[in-house]
């Protein structure tokens, strides 16, 4: 204030309610005060979808809807996967989406037991556990991928050979309410076909 300076807050998860199941649950709901601050005295509030908007309408009346967008310089347009057999299945995410992961896992073991050689299903990131049931594959990630976005997406374009579904499950919950189609975004960027929960975020 003493500067003449504008304070503009970008909010992307309600991080003024984490649930106490989540992952990130010790470290994330101590911060709400400050969240809440920074809510307060903010010249302008950005969040990312109308659902976010929404649960902070008591507070931000005023918050502006910036939806989230890839951008597009970098993610160079796909060729077709290298080969077509077998099936290249990609489930990915942060590791704080393992109660969605578990929404679809006992049909993942079941696509593996039935089809066996002719798909390959590929977990990155998602969940923390290191048990995953047979024939799911956790790929592990460089360096470069983990330290930033364009990364991340430069070592997910290089992966040989590519994939072929990509699935995005995500529990109907109040704070899953909040977030963002970010992840069908990056599949269709990839030139996959998307295979997503029946919720409101990804209609």
């Known amino acids: 204030r003493h500067t003449g300076a504008r304070l503009v807050y970008d909010?992307?998860?309600?991080?003024?309610?984490?649930?106490?199941?989540?992952?990130?649950a010790k470290i994330l709901r101590p911060r709400a005060k400050t969240v809440r601050r920074m809510l307060d005295v903010a010249d302008t509030v950005w969040?990312?979808?109308?659902?976010?908007?929404?649960?902070?309408?008591?507070?931000?009346?005023?918050?502006?809807v910036l939806q989230n967008g890839l951008d597009e310089r970098i993610w160079i347009p796909p060729g077709p996967p290298a080969q077509d057999h077998p099936v290249r299945i990609l489930c990915m995410g942060t590791a704080t989406h393992g109660d969605d992961f578990a929404?679809?896992?006992?049909a993942l073991v079941r696509l593996k037991a039935e089809y066996d050689h002719r798909i390959n299903i590929n977990i990155v990131g998602v969940t923390m556990r290191h048990d995953l049931p047979f024939g799911l594959d956790r790929i592990g990630m460089g360096p470069s991928a983990t330290r930033s976005y364009p990364g991340?997406?430069?070592w997910l374009r290089g992966v040989e050979p590519g994939w072929h579904i990509g699935l995005a499950p995500l529990l109907d919950t109040p704070f899953n309410r909040?977030?963002?189609?970010?992840?069908?975004?990056?599949?269709?960027?990839?030139g996959l076909a998307v295979l997503a929960s029946d919720t409101p975020v990804y209609r």
Request: aromatic share 4%; no cysteine; net charge negative.
């Open 178 to 190: 909040s977030k963002s189609a970010i992840k069908a975004m990056d599949y269709a960027a990839l």
């Open 11 to 24: 909010l992307d998860d309600d991080l003024l309610d984490i649930p106490r199941g989540h992952p990130d």
């Open 47 to 64: 969040v990312s979808t109308d659902g976010l908007a929404e649960r902070l309408g008591a507070i931000r009346p005023d918050a502006v």
């Open 152 to 154: 991340f997406v430069n």
């Open 103 to 106: 929404l679809i896992e006992p």
